[in-house]
């Protein structure tokens, strides 16, 4: 019998320990379904036409992009059971070697150069916490310091003195093609006459089909893509072994060492690929701090999605939406949004309250009526509040999330082959 074989065939967990709740393709639909209905409401009730206009989504998806590349690269490098907080350091490796590639040689030699640098700084995070056992977290505050400093001493050397930019930003950078799906642009009438739900779809097709990057296309099939390589291919299987039980999975004869390494370089160069879209796509320029924290916001949508691509796909779109909602007349729009998110709170409530939950039924339900009196009581939300209205959400979804999620076994736990 083979290695691969007795993984395959091991015992399910005990049944003292929750099940994993797996994201299928007919409850995301369902969720898609129902959050777009729940959208549409809001729109008619209160007249918001951002809240599923085609800029309100373009600008969704282009800040969900750098999340959700950030979230699969943390998944890939935890599912090996390395913590990787240093994606903000690999995310900023991208942005610079995306840019400078761009404009020495080419956008498609940019984006490679952008994924190499992300990898080359997994590959560094690796060699730390898997061969000479640094503290994960340690190593990963060691990259996201050092990470700001080499771009900026490359930066220095490779554009000081050129006029429109210097140490701290690169000239404009060569971009890569965008595409539009034939006849969608043609909805724009129907978007206009605010129908319910009719028009919210179009707006919805046009941000999403219209004028779309190549890199976004690249990133959404990573997804299916990240799902199928961890859970359907015997790579994946050892990958996930190592996370889990790094001990056994030795007894059975697979290089532990070796397969973290996958998973952190891999994870390394997801991150770049999330660099390069910062500085070749959602702008023309590398400036730096251009990352603005998106590696740990990362961190935080894969932990929403429970370390499942899908469920990081989701959570990496809701704090997308949020982050967007600041450029689309934020403060009409997060107001509007209250009504959904009240109801959507009370509803958790009441279902954590049959499922006998009830410390989180309760703070769903005072979050929910603080919703609603928060939605009375002002006609418009302070700037400071729409601001912060992506890293309230982080903390919100988390605090509510926190007892269901299930990290690998091992995740983050040191291993030396043969203890």
């Given at each position: 019998?083979?290695?691969?074989?007795?993984?395959?065939?091991?015992?399910?967990?005990?049944?003292?320990?929750?099940?994993?709740r797996?994201?299928?393709?007919?409850?995301?639909?369902?969720?898609?379904?129902?959050?777009?209905i729940?959208?549409?409401?809001?729109?008619?009730l209160t007249?918001?036409?951002?809240?599923?206009?085609?800029?309100?989504?373009?600008?969704?998806?282009q800040?969900?992009?750098?999340?959700?590349?950030?979230?699969?690269?943390?998944?890939?490098s935890?599912r090996?059971?390395?913590?990787?907080?240093?994606?903000?350091?690999?995310?900023?490796?991208?942005?610079?070697?995306?840019?400078?590639?761009?404009i020495?040689?080419?956008?498609?030699?940019?984006?490679?150069?952008?994924?190499?640098?992300?990898?080359v700084?997994?590959?560094v995070?690796?060699?730390?916490?898997?061969?000479?056992?640094?503290?994960?977290?340690?190593?990963?505050?060691?990259?996201?310091?050092?990470?700001?400093?080499?771009?900026?001493y490359?930066?220095?050397?490779?554009w000081?003195?050129?006029?429109?930019?210097?140490?701290t930003?690169?000239?404009?950078?060569?971009?890569l093609?965008?595409?539009?799906?034939p006849?969608?642009?043609d909805?724009a009438?129907?978007?206009?006459?605010?129908?319910?739900?009719?028009?919210?779809?179009?707006?919805?097709l046009?941000?999403?089909l219209?004028?779309?990057?190549?890199v976004?296309?690249?990133?959404?099939?990573?997804?299916?893509?990240s799902?199928?390589?961890?859970?359907?291919?015997?790579?994946?299987l050892?990958?996930?072994?190592?996370?889990e039980?790094p001990?056994?999975?030795?007894?059975?004869?697979?290089?532990?060492?070796?397969?973290?390494?996958?998973?952190v370089?891999?994870?390394?160069?997801?991150?770049?690929?999330?660099?390069?879209?910062?500085?070749?796509?959602?702008?023309?320029?590398?400036?730096?701090?251009?990352?603005?924290?998106?590696?740990?916001?990362?961190?935080?949508?894969?932990?929403?999605?429970?370390?499942?691509?899908?469920?990081?796909?989701?959570g990496?779109?809701?704090?997308?939406?949020?982050?967007?909602?600041?450029?689309?007349?934020?403060?009409?729009?997060?107001?509007?949004?209250?009504?959904?998110v009240?109801?959507?709170?009370?509803?958790?409530?009441?279902?954590?309250?049959r499922?006998?939950?009830?410390?989180?039924?309760?703070?769903?339900?005072?979050?929910?009526?603080l919703?609603?009196?928060?939605?009375?009581?002002?006609?418009?939300?302070p700037?400071?509040?729409?601001?912060?209205?992506?890293?309230?959400?982080?903390?919100?979804?988390?605090?509510?999330?926190?007892?269901r999620?299930?990290?690998?076994?091992?995740?983050?736990?040191?291993?030396?082959?043969?203890?």
């Amino acid at each position: 019998m083979t290695a691969d074989t007795m993984l395959s065939t091991a015992p399910a967990a005990p049944a003292g320990k929750p099940k994993s709740r797996r994201m299928t393709t007919p409850k995301v639909l369902l969720i898609i379904a129902g959050v777009l209905i729940g959208l549409s409401l809001v729109h008619l009730l209160t007249g918001a036409d951002d809240v599923t206009s085609q800029g309100a989504v373009q600008a969704a998806l282009q800040a969900a992009i750098p999340l959700g590349l950030a979230g699969l690269g943390g998944l890939w490098s935890e599912r090996a059971g390395v913590v990787n907080i240093g994606l903000e350091g690999q995310l900023i490796l991208g942005t610079w070697f995306g840019a400078w590639g761009s404009i020495e040689f080419g956008p498609w030699v940019g984006l490679l150069l952008g994924v190499l640098g992300g990898a080359v700084g997994g590959l560094v995070h690796a060699v730390a916490t898997v061969t000479f056992g640094v503290d994960h977290i340690i190593s990963g505050v060691a990259m996201t310091i050092l990470a700001p400093g080499l771009a900026r001493y490359l930066s220095y050397l490779a554009w000081n003195g050129t006029p429109g930019a210097g140490a701290t930003q690169s000239p404009t950078v060569s971009r890569l093609p965008r595409v539009s799906v034939p006849f969608v642009d043609d909805l724009a009438g129907l978007e206009r006459k605010h129908w319910f739900l009719i028009s919210d779809v179009a707006g919805v097709l046009r941000g999403l089909l219209v004028d779309v990057s190549i890199v976004t296309i690249l990133v959404v099939l990573l997804i299916p893509l990240s799902w199928w390589l961890l859970w359907r291919t015997t790579f994946g299987l050892r990958v996930r072994s190592v996370g889990e039980d790094p001990h056994a999975a030795e007894s059975l004869g697979i290089n532990v060492y070796r397969y973290k390494y996958y998973g952190v370089i891999i994870s390394g160069a997801m991150a770049g690929l999330g660099g390069v879209f910062l500085s070749t796509v959602s702008s023309a320029i590398y400036r730096e701090g251009q990352t603005g924290g998106r590696g740990y916001i990362g961190l935080a949508a894969m932990i929403f999605g429970n370390w499942r691509p899908g469920g990081l796909a989701l959570g990496a779109s809701l704090f997308g939406y949020t982050d967007a909602l600041q450029l689309r007349r934020g403060s009409e729009s997060v107001h509007a949004l209250l009504i959904l998110v009240g109801a959507l709170l009370l509803a958790l409530a009441i279902w954590e309250f049959r499922r006998r939950n009830r410390v989180v039924a309760v703070a769903s339900a005072v979050l929910g009526v603080l919703s609603y009196v928060l939605f009375f009581s002002v006609d418009t939300i302070p700037t400071a509040l729409v601001q912060a209205a992506p890293y309230v959400t982080v903390l919100v979804v988390l605090a509510l999330a926190a007892q269901r999620l299930r990290p690998p076994a091992a995740d983050g736990k040191p291993y030396r082959r043969g203890g």
